[in-house]
């Protein structure tokens, strides 16, 4: 449980402080946090590297007082640019478009033909570009497989053993005399 110290209490990601008979709030991290996230450099699309900050942004907004959102906004600044290997202007920009954007904008009903497209680097940006050109199309960046996925897929592939139930309940004996009893959606012999 935790307890009051400096007139500040941690609950989940927020910080509850008391000043002068009033109460603010901000972001909360743990002594460990490590600021980490996904690097510039890393293989993914721009896409979720700026819904990486969005979402922090966002995050704050929703937990922030006024005084400690400038101060996260600042903070996240720092983090991304210094720890991170992002260009300030694409945070600066990331944060603004953000901060700017309403939080009710209805989307028009329709509904597109959505394509999932393994991200692999330049070339998956290219694909999606003649792929958007069909404005009822739309395309998603899904994590793209690694040599372990290929590997493991070609490894474990058997047609002579049946295939493993799913989404099944089961029951695992102790030798105490007490069972768990669990239920899975994956297949049994993943468990």
Not at 135 to 142: A, L, R, S
Request: hydrophobic content about 30%; overall charge positive.
């Amino acid at each position: 449980m935790e307890t009051e110290n400096n007139n500040q209490l941690p609950f989940l990601d927020v910080c509850v402080s008391k000043t002068n008979n009033s109460i603010r709030t901000g972001v909360y991290r743990k002594p460990t946090h490590t600021d980490q996230y996904i690097h510039l450099k890393s293989n993914h699309p721009n896409s979720v590297k700026s819904a990486t900050i969005s979402a922090l942004v966002n995050r704050a907004k929703k937990i922030c007082d006024p005084e400690s959102l400038s101060k996260e906004i600042d903070h996240l600044k720092y983090v991304f640019t210094n720890f991170n290997g992002y260009p300030e202007k694409f945070v600066t920009n990331t944060i603004k478009k953000t901060l700017s954007a309403s939080a009710a904008k209805p989307k028009p009903p329709t509904a597109p033909v959505r394509i999932f497209l393994p991200f692999n680097g330049k070339v998956s940006y290219q694909i999606k570009r003649l792929l958007m050109q069909q404005p009822e199309i739309d395309v998603t960046f899904t994590k793209s497989y690694s040599t372990k996925d290929v590997l493991r897929a070609n490894g474990k592939q058997n047609p002579t053993q049946p295939p493993q139930p799913k989404r099944c309940v089961y029951q695992i004996a102790c030798n105490c005399g007490i069972s768990y009893v669990g239920e899975t959606k994956r297949a049994l012999n993943k468990r």
